[in-house]
């Protein structure tokens, strides 16, 4: 497969990173960059290990000037930008009745403000080139909202919902636009659970494991793939077998 440009946003956490070396392993000619804002220190450590295939780029996912930044970046260097991975967001659990204003903002900020304007961002450069890949990372709890997780829920969903309006929109372009909906996944914030909260959440899932960031990586990869050209706004879990 010929080389392709690549960006992951969130590309500083286990996810992110797995998805990255995915691609990486790919095509030798890949060009991978890692949107990153702050916790540089594992995305720096794999550009380091392909140092001419691996470039980290500043960026803020809430703020459209960070986006126009990236992607002229990029464009600038590379001359071309054929997959976007919006991979980057968080949760601040709590019931609805507690939930602060910040934190129902910056979730829905983080998770689908920051998918819409990537999605937007990248529009010009992927029409241009008549074809590009965009995969969202959505969340189960889009499909199945828990208590407790209104704002991430909802952000989730939302990315549902645009991811399936986007790749309606340009689809005739040749580019495709899905989302992936992954369970749990062996990620910082499942390693933050309390034993208690581990145990039940593994007990929800008929396969008796939580998933792997590189097998949430291989879904993301076909996605983004050529053999993947006729799947647009497709929305797939991977969740172990919960739904």
């Not at 691609?23 to 916790?39: C, I, K, P, Y």
């Not at 009745?97 to 903002?105: E, Q, S």
Request: aromatic share 4%.
């Amino acid at each position: 497969m010929p080389g392709r440009v690549i960006l992951i946003t969130g590309a500083n956490g286990r996810l992110g990173l797995a998805i990255a070396s995915s691609f990486l392993s790919e095509s030798a000619d890949a060009r991978v960059w890692l949107g990153v804002r702050r916790n540089r220190g594992a995305a720096e450590a794999l550009a380091s290990q392909h140092p001419a295939r691996v470039s980290l780029v500043d960026l803020d996912v809430t703020a459209t000037a960070g986006w126009s930044r990236a992607v002229a970046t990029i464009t600038a260097q590379d001359g071309r930008l054929d997959v976007l991975v919006n991979n980057a967001g968080h949760h601040e659990d709590g019931l609805l009745a507690n939930l602060t204003d910040d934190a129902w903002n910056s979730v829905i900020a983080s998770n689908l403000t920051g998918t819409f304007l990537g999605c937007r961002a990248v529009m010009n450069a992927m029409i241009g080139q008549r074809g590009g890949r965009i995969v969202n990372v959505s969340s189960l709890s889009a499909l199945l909202a828990p208590a407790g997780q209104s704002n991430y829920a909802a952000a989730k969903a939302g990315v549902v919902a645009l991811t399936q309006s986007l790749a309606k929109e340009i689809a005739r372009l040749g580019i495709t636009v899905n989302a992936v909906c992954p369970g749990f996944v062996e990620t910082e914030a499942l390693a933050s659970l309390a034993p208690e909260a581990r145990a039940a959440a593994l007990s929800k899932v008929p396969m008796r494991r939580f998933a792997k960031p590189e097998e949430i990586a291989a879904v993301v990869r076909f996605l983004a793939s050529p053999e993947a050209a006729y799947v647009t706004g497709a929305v797939l879990k991977a969740d172990g077998g919960i739904l």
